[in-house]
C-alpha cells in the first residue's frame, strides 16, 4: 500500500461528495455549478450545520445570528495586535486568533461552529488592516456574510457585483469531502475534543502549498509569464526544472476540478463588468499552455485544472493582495470544517489508522553507547 491514504473511507458523509472520475462535486444533494453561483453563504451555512436549506423566515433567523457573532473579543484583538506587531503571515495570525474564540464560553459544537463561520472574515480583515498600520473597522451586522468580509478587509461596502463575485467564491470552496484540513479537523473531534480545537488544527493543515497555499504561487506564475507569447516558454522551463505547476493537478479529480468552471465564469462575468479583461484571458493561455505541456510531460496521469488556478484569478480581481488568497480559503471552507464536526460528534468513532513500522528491529540499549553519542 502506497502512504497517503488514498482511496481509503475514512468517514461517511452527507455533507459533500467528490467523484474524481466525473469530475462532479456534490454539495448536501446540489451540484456546486447550481447551488455555489446563486445562494447565499448564509443559505449554504443552514444547508451543511442543519441538514436542508432554510425556508425564507429560517434564513433570515439564521443570518441574523450568525451576524450578530462577528464581534472578537479584546482578547483576541490583543493576540492580533501581537502577531502584527511580529509581522507574522495572515495564516498564522488567524491560526493563533481561531483558538481566542473559545475564551470565556462554554464549549458548545453548534455555538462554537456558528461564532468561528462568524468570527473567520473579521480576524482576517482585522489583521489584514493591522499588518499595514490601518485602524480596524467595527463590524457591520446589516451587511451579508461576502460583504462584510470585504467590509472588513477594505472599510468600504462593496459593490452588489463584487460581493456576489466573493460569494460565489466562499460557497464554491465550502467544503469538499474528505481534504487533509478536514481531515485533520474530524480526527481532532473524533477524540471528543472540542470544536475550536478542530478549526485551529484545521487552518494549520490548510496552510501548506499542496493544500490551500497554491493560487498565490498560481498567479506569481500568470504574471511571470506576463503576455500570451511568453507562456509555453516559462512553463516549458519550468517543467525542465521539475517543478511542479501550481493549480493543477489533484489527488482526486483525474478531470478538470469542478469547481474551476464554476469560479472561471464567475471570473468572466467579473472581468468583463469591469471593463479590463487582459490579465482573464492571459490566464486561460497560460492554463491551455499548462494542459497541454502537462500532457505531454506526464501521458499516463491526467493533470487538470484545479481551484486554485481561478480562485488566484477570482480574488486578484477583488483587489485582494496573494498572501490573503489562503486565509480567504479558510473563511469558506470553516463551514465544511465545522459541519464536519459536528458530524463526526455524532455519527463517528475514534479515528485511529495504522502505520506500517518500517524501521530496525532487535536493537539493544547499550548505556555507555548511547553516553558517548550524548
Ligand atoms: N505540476 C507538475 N507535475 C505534477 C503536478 C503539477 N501541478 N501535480 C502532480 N505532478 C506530477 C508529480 O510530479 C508526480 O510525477 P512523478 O510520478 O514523475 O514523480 C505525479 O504527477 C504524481 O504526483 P503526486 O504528488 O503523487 O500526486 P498527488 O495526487 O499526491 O498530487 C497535488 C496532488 C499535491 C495537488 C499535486 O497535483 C500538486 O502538487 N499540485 C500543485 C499544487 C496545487 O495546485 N495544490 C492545490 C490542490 S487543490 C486544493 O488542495 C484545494
Redesign the pocket.
Known amino acids: 500500500m502506497r502512504d ?1 491514504l ?1 482511496d481509503v473511507v475514512a468517514a461517511s458523509t452527507r455533507l459533500s461528495e467528490v467523484d474524481g472520475e466525473a469530475g462532479r462535486l456534490t454539495i448536501a444533494g446540489y451540484t456546486v455549478d447550481d447551488l455555489a453561483p446563486r445562494a447565499t453563504f448564509e443559505e449554504l451555512a443552514y444547508l451543511l450545520l442543519h441538514g436542508r436549506l432554510p425556508d425564507p423566515f429560517e434564513r433570515d433567523q439564521f443570518a441574523q445570528d450568525v451576524a450578530g457573532r462577528r464581534a472578537l473579543s479584546p482578547a483576541a484583538m490583543s493576540v492580533l495586535h501581537y502577531a502584527a506587531a511580529a509581522q507574522a503571515s495572515p495564516m498564522d495570525a488567524l491560526r493563533m486568533g481561531v483558538p481566542m474564540l473559545s475564551l470565556g464560553r462554554a464549549e458548545n459544537p453548534l455555538d462554537d461552529s456558528l461564532t468561528a463561520i462568524a468570527a473567520f472574515p473579521t480576524i482576517v480583515g482585522t489583521y489584514a488592516r493591522l499588518q499595514h498600520g490601518e485602524a480596524p473597522v467595527p463590524v457591520r451586522p446589516d451587511l451579508g456574510h461576502a460583504a462584510h468580509y470585504l467590509h472588513q478587509l477594505s472599510g468600504e461596502e462593496p459593490s452588489a457585483e463584487r460581493a456576489r463575485a466573493l460569494e460565489t467564491y466562499l460557497n464554491t ?1 465550502c467544503d ?1 469531502g474528505l ?2 484540513s478536514t481531515f485533520a479537523a474530524r480526527v481532532i473531534v473524533s477524540t471528543r475534543s472540542d470544536v475550536i480545537s478542530a478549526l485551529a488544527g484545521a487552518v494549520g493543515a ?1 496552510k501548506g ?7 498565490g ?2 498567479l506569481d506564475m500568470v504574471f511571470e509569464i506576463g503576455v500570451p507569447e511568453r507562456a509555453e516558454a516559462v512553463i516549458r522551463a ?2 525542465d526544472r ?11 479529480y483525474r478531470v478538470r ?1 469542478p ?1 474551476a468552471d464554476v469560479l472561471a465564469e464567475a471570473a468572466e462575468r467579473f472581468y468583463s463588468s469591469d471593463g479590463d479583461r487582459s490579465i482573464y484571458d492571459l490566464a486561460r493561455k497560460v492554463e491551455t499552455t ?1 494542459l497541454r505541456l ?1 500532457r505531454e ?2 501521458p499516463d ?1 491526467r ?1 487538470d485544472t ?4 481561478y ?1 488566484a484569478l477570482l480574488l486578484h480581481g477583488l483587489g485582494l493582495p496573494t498572501e490573503l488568497f489562503t486565509p480567504t ?1 479558510a473563511v469558506g471552507r470553516v463551514l465544511g470544517w465545522a459541519a464536519h464536526c459536528l458530524e463526526q460528534l455524532r455519527d463517528g468513532r475514534l479515528i485511529r489508522p495504522q502505520s506500517a513500522y518500517i524501521g530496525p528491529t532487535n536493537l539493544h540499549y547499550d548505556r555507555q553507547l548511547a553516553h558517548a553519542a550524548a
Open positions: 497517503g488514498d470552496v469538499h481534504n487533509a490548510l502549498p499542496l493544500h490551500g497555499g497554491a493560487p504561487p498560481a519550468k517543467l521539475g517543478e511542479r505547476l501550481m493549480g493543477f493537478g489533484h489527488r482526486v476540478d469547481r499548462a502537462l510531460r506526464k496521469r493533470l484545479n481551484v486554485e488556478f480562485t480559503f
